[in-house]
């Protein structure tokens, strides 16, 4: 299993934009990645999702038109690009991997294992 870093999160006010990454400590090549966040007191939620077999994106119905999801496989990085940010969009952000079973981004964003420490997003005026 891959080590990933999340970076990249900040304090921004409602309309705003930040670009969170994910960098992987291998070849990202087999792995599919997802983004999932945490607010306080409430249940993780799956955000976005990069299939490895042909680049397939899955956004949930919240975040699609304004965050983007991408992968750069020879940086071994995954970015999660967040456009017209909403207090709702309030958490703490992390990214996780999956292959085979877990290479299907339903499956990923619903029952994968994202052990890092996150990165923070505050939208706030």
């Known amino acids: 299993q891959l080590q990933l870093v999340e970076s990249g999160g900040g304090t921004v006010q409602p309309g705003g934009s930040l670009t969170l990454s994910c960098a992987a400590s291998g070849s990202l090549d087999h792995y599919s990645i997802a983004w999932v966040r945490q607010a306080p007191g409430k249940a993780r939620e799956g955000v976005a999702c990069?299939?490895?077999?042909?680049?397939?994106?899955y956004y949930t119905d919240s975040v699609k038109g304004r965050f983007t999801i991408s992968r750069d496989n020879a940086k071994s990085v995954v970015h999660l690009q967040m456009n017209s940010l909403k207090p709702e969009d309030t958490a703490l952000y992390y990214c996780g991997d999956g292959w085979g079973y877990y290479g299907d981004c339903r499956r990923l964003l619903l029952e994968g294992d994202y052990g890092g420490q996150g990165t923070q997003v505050t939208v706030s005026a």
């Open positions: 990069i299939n490895n077999k042909d680049g397939s994106t």
